[in-house]
């Protein structure tokens, strides 16, 4: 194509104007407003006009609603532009639903975007360096647009996945003396028949070892996003940071999870929107629903439904955000222990039931029914419909809407409601154990995390213990890791070490690709992973993250050697976990004396950051560390930073 053929064509420019007449009428203000008010408000009413509202309606009180949208969609719901993944392609849809009922109930409803990236896209890739600091930056840009609209009276925040979502909530968290709502994006559809979005993402590893042939790898992979809206089929990020929204009052009741694209889910836009009309009307603001009661609410949820553990990022997140105090490792231990794991969902079973199923059987609503009778809530703490918890609960108790989910889940799928979520006598008979343990020892002197639910069962000993002592075999980087893996150079009982991978080397990467590959190959189970990254939600084994101090910033995990001997265990019982260094070569010692072994060697030598990590994430980092590191949430703290730059 020549320059010529590429630029001319047409005659558009016989129908060029250079005026128009502009909206008829007059804008509705009045001298004293002409004389007291800043000039922005003024030109937002021309411009209001300018885009078609109502001149007559201009007075009416505004509020913004902010999603995480993308994607361009016809009419008919086709693709024109596609998203980047399916938890914001329907977002639209709900945003579009709540501003007709503010347009409805006379006020003026704002729309704006932060479009969010799909963790499960960017497995393995440089992109999931800008995974989690997309989180923070996120973040920024949705409080500045909350306040680049000074006239809003009250904000609502549609999200659904893994990063824009607790993105949303920190940014909602900051509105102080301003209602806000999240409204949760809800999840996708099972396949009928076919795998979930969780397992189909180990189609590669699987047909690397000959356990698939590529006929069944493709089908499998088309099949599973079978709706084209919502976040995964399973309890991962995206799905706990809906059911943390809830439990936090800043979402209404049976909300989370809900099947997007349905009736159910397309209500919960305009009942949200109608909500936020009563909380302006009561003088309600987030800080009447976020307080440190509905933090450690949130805590307990999030204990009982055995989510992922990216939470303990994003809970002190918002809870940072909202000024209040954040959770300590000791907070969540203490949690941990008195909170009995209540759902059986994927990818923790026993029996893995999809998040969709958990919705028709109550979701966060039946569980915190459980939840009240073992006085385990505070259920006084007020939420976004403007009662209280306690006034919430009891409507569930005897709605309609609760019958008739669990009906439709019995009759849909033959499920009963009962096996799906667990009263704490039921869990306990069907052998649930709490599901978050935090290791500690001499190679994670600061703590580590694992989910400890999703070991083997036939791993675990009679005791309810844990017990893995193998040879360490180390790798700088994921994809190192994952063709050993895809290789067979990972042997029955191995201790997988992946460093470099914190927030200093990659980001705090997201790991899934190892943990996916290690669950569904055969003699992987027996393979244990330590790491200074993070992990999916929906990963499963005995796998420890968070490890900290990271190997960058001279955590002892950056001293081990291939041949090391390590010795994990973790009590599922008592929430007791140690990670240590026992052995180098054929000698074995106590963990006391490996912590001296490992005092006295020196770093790595071949440590460093990814070679595809960027100045962006570099910055994030340095700001994080600075802020209170992993175990602060990841956050920018202004004060600490400040104080650091000496300013």
């Not at 479009?115 to 930056?137: F, I, K």
């Not at 979930?196 to 047909?207: E, H, P």
């Not at 439904?305 to 997140?317: E, K, Q, Y």
Request: some cysteine; overall charge negative.
């Amino acid at each position: 194509m020549t320059l010529q053929e590429l630029m001319d064509g047409g005659e558009d420019w016989a129908a060029l104007r250079t005026h128009d007449r502009g909206p008829e009428g007059a804008l509705p203000i009045t001298p004293e407003m002409l004389i007291q008010q800043p000039s922005g408000n003024l030109f937002g009413l021309s411009q209001n006009a300018g885009m078609g509202w109502d001149v007559a309606r201009l007075r009416d009180p505004e509020y913004l609603i902010l999603s995480t949208h993308g994607g361009v969609r016809a009419e008919d719901g086709t693709p024109i532009a596609l998203g980047f993944h399916t938890g914001h392609w329907e977002v639209g849809l709900l945003v579009a639903e709540a501003a007709r009922t503010l347009r409805n109930r006379h006020a003026i409803p704002f729309a704006g975007a932060v479009t969010d990236p799909c963790d499960g896209r960017t497995q393995g890739t440089a992109g999931m360096l800008d995974s989690l600091p997309y989180r923070n930056d996120a973040a920024m840009v949705l409080r500045r647009l909350m306040r680049s609209l000074p006239t809003r009276k009250g904000v609502i925040g549609v999200a659904t996945c893994d990063k824009g979502l607790p993105a949303m909530m920190m940014a909602l968290a900051s509105s102080g003396s301003y209602p806000s709502i999240l409204v949760p994006g809800g999840v996708t559809l099972l396949p009928e028949e076919g795998e979930d979005a969780g397992k189909v993402q180990t189609i590669g590893a699987r047909f690397a070892q000959g356990q698939i042939s590529l006929d069944y790898a493709a089908e499998m992979g088309c099949k599973a996003c079978a709706s084209p809206g919502g976040g995964c089929q399973f309890l991962g990020t995206a799905a706990t940071s809906q059911v943390v929204a809830e439990a936090l009052g800043m979402s209404l009741p049976h909300t989370a999870l809900a099947p997007s694209g349905q009736p159910v889910w397309l209500r919960a836009a305009k009942q949200s929107a109608m909500a936020m009309l009563r909380m302006t009307a009561l003088g309600m603001g987030t800080r009447d629903v976020l307080t440190d009661a509905a933090i450690r609410n949130a805590m307990v949820v999030f204990a009982a439904f055995g989510g992922s553990t990216n939470l303990l990022l994003h809970i002190p997140a918002v809870a940072h955000a909202a000024g209040l105090k954040r959770p300590t490792t000791q907070d969540w231990i203490a949690v941990n222990r008195a909170v009995p794991r209540l759902v059986d969902a994927l990818p923790n079973g026993p029996q893995g039931y999809a998040t969709v199923q958990v919705f028709l059987a109550g979701a966060v609503p039946e569980v915190m029914l459980h939840l009240r009778r073992a006085g385990l809530l505070d259920t006084s703490v007020r939420t976004v419909t403007g009662e209280t918890l306690d006034a919430n609960l009891d409507w569930w108790e005897s709605s309609e809407r609760r019958t008739q989910m669990r009906a439709r889940l019995l009759q849909l799928d033959g499920i009963d409601a009962n096996d799906v979520i667990f009263s704490p006598d039921g869990a306990r008979l069907r052998g649930l154990t709490p599901t978050v343990c935090f290791p500690v020892g001499n190679l994670a002197p600061d703590g580590s995390v694992i989910k400890s639910t999703s070991i083997d069962p036939t791993l675990i000993d009679a005791d309810g213990v844990y017990r893995h002592t193998g040879p360490a075999r180390v790798f700088i980087t994921e994809a190192d890791a994952i063709h050993a893996i895809k290789d067979g150079k990972v042997s029955h009982g191995d201790v997988m070490v992946l460093v470099c991978g914190g927030p200093l080397g990659a980001g705090m990467q997201e790991v899934y690709q190892i943990t996916s590959a290690l669950k569904n190959l055969p003699f992987c189970k027996h393979v244990a992973v330590l790491t200074d990254a993070r992990f999916s939600g929906v990963s499963t084994g005995a796998c420890i993250g968070h490890i900290s101090p990271e190997a960058l910033a001279g955590g002892p995990i950056g001293r081990i050697v291939d041949g090391d001997t390590i010795s994990i265990l973790v009590d599922r019982n008592s929430l007791h976990a140690t990670v240590d260094l026992v052995g180098e070569g054929v000698q074995t010692f106590p963990a006391e004396e490996g912590s001296k072994r490992l005092a006295a060697r020196s770093p790595r030598t071949d440590l460093k950051p990814h070679p595809d990590m960027t100045d962006d994430t570099r910055l994030w980092a340095a700001l994080v560390q600075a802020s209170g590191g992993v175990w602060g949430g990841c956050v920018y703290d202004a004060n600490a930073i400040t104080a650091r730059l000496q300013i």
